[in-house]
């Protein structure tokens, strides 16, 4: 029942590099989240961008989202190991208060 | 503020008891939703109330679970009689809708282990 597919599932890149997440999804969306999990720990909400935006920059987090794709990439420059954590996509329906969650994308950065 | 707070942070219990999980969201908050997260399933969400009044159950995998909301301060999800298949990590959020567009605040969530 999972809105969102992220991809990729797994990535692993060295601190310093950009990390590139992508999330796709199946449904028109409301506004479309990004959020982040530390092991262990709740989510954090990191941007939200909405449907009739197409990017969006919030310190070293660039979202864009491509409404006819029904996509939208998540980008962290200048990565640092601090940024190791499970990203997740999360969407909102119609008239709908629901956040739909994608599979997420676990980030590993190595110092 | 404290932020979304749940409690307790673990809980080992065996097949067949209840189980109470309990949340208080941010102060001010009127949306409350209860998540189950496993590593087969991801992020799934149970039920959320609007003003105390639950909205969505469609998620309540069966009977075994409720959920409560008697104040605006509080709500618990029970799980009775609990089985192994309900280990998870079980998350509830807060937020405040307006306009449509919302962000959610985790609390640290509840990690179950039913044996």
């Known amino acids: 029942s999972q809105q969102g597919e992220e991809d990729p599932q797994a990535l692993s890149i060295q601190e310093g590099e950009n990390a590139t997440m992508n999330c796709s999804y199946k449904t028109s969306i409301n506004n479309l989240q990004w959020y982040r999990q530390n092991s262990g720990r709740g989510l954090v909400h990191l941007i939200l961008?909405?449907?009739?935006?197409r990017e969006k920059h919030s310190g070293r987090l660039r979202v864009t989202l491509d409404t006819s794709k029904k996509s939208s990439s998540l980008l962290i420059t200048a990565s640092r190991a601090a940024d190791t954590a499970s990203y997740f996509c999360?969407?909102?329906?119609?008239?709908?208060?629901?956040?739909?969650f994608g599979s997420g994308t676990r980030l590993l950065v190595r110092p | 503020d404290a932020g979304v707070i749940q409690s307790p942070r673990h809980e080992v219990t065996e097949m067949g008891q209840e189980v109470t999980l309990r949340c208080k969201p941010i102060?001010?908050?009127?949306?409350l939703f209860w998540y189950r997260q496993t590593m087969m399933r991801g992020l799934e969400l149970l039920i959320y109330?609007?003003?105390?009044?639950?909205?969505?159950d469609s998620g309540m995998p069966e009977d075994r679970f409720s959920a409560k909301m008697p104040n605006a301060s509080f709500s618990t999800l029970k799980i009775q009689p609990s089985e192994p298949r309900d280990s998870a990590v079980y998350l509830c959020a807060s937020s405040l809708r307006l306009a449509g567009w919302e962000t959610q605040y985790f609390g640290p969530g509840t990690r179950l282990l039913v044996l």
């Open positions: 999360a969407g909102t329906m119609d008239s709908s208060y629901k956040l739909i």
């Open positions: 109330f609007n003003n105390n009044v639950p909205i969505d």
């Open positions: 961008i909405r449907s009739n935006e």
């Open positions: 102060s001010g908050h009127n949306s």
